[in-house]
């Protein structure tokens, strides 16, 4: 059984899981929908029965402060989905503040091109998110 990590985002979206043994996260992909949360989870059914995944984890972009943004109260109502489409799996929210910037930064430090970064910025941030939550565990 894996995790799966999700940076949620209006337009694409950020596929993260780990190991089998739970200890590792890597970058899966990044799933365009374009607003469509039919078709996003369309894709994750697909992820969830390749991967045998038994948790969710969502990223949940909070204001600096901690007060919950407008994104934030998008992203519930899709945890909310997720809930009701996957009743018996375990489904949490992980505080994905500053998330992106170190997936900036990682890539800054790759030396990844521009065209390449936007690709690549929301998987590497739902490594994150996945990663501090397996820390936690």
């Known amino acids: ?13 950020g596929i993260a899981i780990t190991d089998e043994l739970k200890i590792t996260a890597q970058g899966l992909k990044t799933i365009n929908h374009n607003g469509n949360d039919k078709i996003l989870l369309a894709k994750l059914d697909e992820i969830i029965k ?6 969710i984890v969502i990223g949940m972009p909070l204001h600096m402060n901690g007060d919950k943004s407008k994104r934030a109260e998008i992203t519930e109502k899709f945890v909310h989905k997720l809930k009701c489409k996957y009743n018996k799996m375990k489904i949490v929210t ?17 030396d990844i091109n521009k065209k390449r970064k936007k690709e690549l910025v929301d998987t590497i941030s739902a490594v994150y998110i996945l990663e501090t939550y397996i820390n936690k565990i």
């Open 1 to 13: 059984m894996r995790v799966l990590g999700i940076d949620y985002g209006q337009a694409r979206v």
């Open 50 to 55: 390749e991967y045998d995944i038994d948790t």
């Open 94 to 110: 992980q505080d994905e503040r500053l998330t992106t910037v170190q997936a900036h930064r990682t890539m800054n430090d790759l």
